[in-house]
């Protein structure tokens, strides 16, 4: 589920039948036997395995070419979104590009998604410090999106660090990203911590974003719960008829 996110994020990032396509057609001159020429030939042409190889032998001479490579790199990252496979030569690259120009809003959203790709590939084989590592650097690539400091808190829930979770899923939700799992998740905490209050303006968001139906009832039964706690029965049953099978809340008739 959350590969799939990142890889539309990395979809919806690039635009490429808008952005990539027009850079390659405006710039699409020269003799045939260059190998720019024949990269952007390549790609037009729906071969992203050629245009790669084209770009890499044109950059050997050329590495200080930002545009040529940014358009090389938003190719590598299209053809991962589509076929997967190593992450490290994307990073690399995005790197580079981020390194000469950390106003490119475009560069910077893609190094944050490709590293939290990667801390969540650490954060599996239970690497919690490399998977750290990642997270926070892409918290520091593109602070405002919100996104990596929830990964960054699912992280520590895993690690058994529950209130520096807290910490971070209280980060990301002040800038408001659409993760119901971020909102259910905190919502839940405030519940645990007697903030009956909180978790309610927290857990009414999930059904609202209308996305990942599943977590929905979920929200219902933890919504019944905080208002039953704060003696609003009506509330509470009205929720817990739309709750999860299982769901109980002790009291409510």
């Known amino acids: 589920m959350r590969s799939v996110l990142l890889k539309s994020t990395w979809h919806a990032l690039l635009a490429v039948p808008v952005l990539l396509c027009a850079v390659i057609a405006l710039a699409a001159c020269g003799q045939r036997g260059d190998p720019l020429v024949r990269a952007r030939e390549a790609y037009r042409a729906?071969?992203?395995?050629?245009?790669?190889?084209?770009?890499?032998?044109?950059?050997?001479?050329?590495?200080?070419?930002?545009?040529?490579r940014k358009e090389y790199t938003l190719t590598l990252g299209e053809e991962w979104a589509y076929a997967g496979g190593d992450r490290v030569p994307i990073i690399e690259e995005l790197d580079w590009l981020y390194e000469q120009r950390p106003s490119d809003e475009v560069v910077q959203g893609l190094l944050s998604t490709m590293l939290i790709s990667d801390g969540q590939a650490a954060g599996e084989s239970e690497r919690y410090e490399d998977a750290e590592a990642s997270y926070r650097k892409a918290m520091a690539v593109n602070p405002e999106a919100g996104h990596a400091q929830y990964y960054l808190g699912t992280l520590?829930?895993?690690?058994?660090?529950?209130?520096?979770?807290?910490?971070?899923?209280?980060?990301?939700?002040?800038?408001?990203?659409?993760?119901?799992?971020?909102?259910?998740?905190?919502?839940?905490?405030?519940?645990?911590?007697?903030?009956?209050?909180?978790?309610?303006?927290?857990?009414?968001?999930?059904?609202?974003?209308?996305?990942?139906?599943?977590?929905?009832?979920?929200?219902?039964?933890?919504?019944?719960r905080a208002y039953f706690a704060e003696g609003l029965e009506d509330e509470a049953a009205e929720h817990f008829e739309r709750a999860i099978e299982g769901c109980t809340v002790v009291g409510l008739r």
């Open 156 to 224: 520590y829930d895993a690690w058994g660090r529950s209130e520096d979770a807290f910490i971070q899923y209280r980060s990301a939700a002040a800038k408001y990203p659409e993760i119901p799992d971020l909102y259910l998740r905190l919502g839940s905490a405030y519940l645990d911590r007697d903030d009956n209050d909180r978790a309610i303006r927290f857990l009414e968001i999930v059904p609202q974003l209308q996305i990942s139906s599943y977590l929905i009832p979920e929200a219902h039964c933890l919504l019944a």
């Open 46 to 68: 729906g071969d992203r395995i050629s245009a790669i190889g084209h770009y890499q032998r044109y950059l050997e001479d050329h590495a200080d070419d930002y545009d040529v």
